[in-house]
């Protein structure tokens, strides 16, 4: 009789959770030997209006396979608006982020944005998947 492992389990479904739409992407990374599974950004949404000066400071949270499983804040996250970090679309200028999470909207720019905190790549894993590890939130412009 075939018995799947808890570890196998899992990994499968974290991926469906990816696939429907669960809040953030699946990914890998190691840390410490544990696998970085999941990222999310908080907020999930916010307000620029609602936020001192305009800017909103958002923060990435890790959940890992092993303990401690879970991390705030995430260190080592590329922070980017419009496109996931190492994509190749081009910066649409509307808004502005730093290393830090903290952001705010581009003068006259009215709408709504993406927020990306994509994770470190993991140097064991195939090209293809290093850089795929990305928790996503929005932000509205004045």
Request: proline share 7%; aromatic share 10%; charged share 10%.
């Amino acid at each position: 009789m075939f018995r799947p492992r808890a570890g196998f389990v899992f990994i499968v479904v974290m991926a469906l959770c990816a696939a429907l739409g669960c809040g953030a992407s699946f990914f890998a990374s190691s840390n410490d030997g544990r696998l970085l599974v999941f990222v999310s950004v908080d907020p999930a949404s916010a307000d620029a209006n609602r936020f001192p000066g305009g800017q909103v400071q958002f923060t990435a949270r890790g959940t890992f396979n092993l303990s401690p499983t879970a991390v705030s804040p995430l260190t080592g996250i590329v922070w980017t608006i419009d496109h996931p970090a190492f994509a190749v679309m081009p910066d649409l200028g509307h808004a502005f982020i730093d290393q830090t999470g903290l952001a705010s909207c581009a003068p006259g720019f009215v709408g709504i944005l993406q927020v990306f905190a994509t994770a470190p790549a993991d140097s064991s894993r195939v090209m293809s998947a290093q850089n795929a590890i990305v928790g996503m939130a929005h932000m509205v412009c004045p």
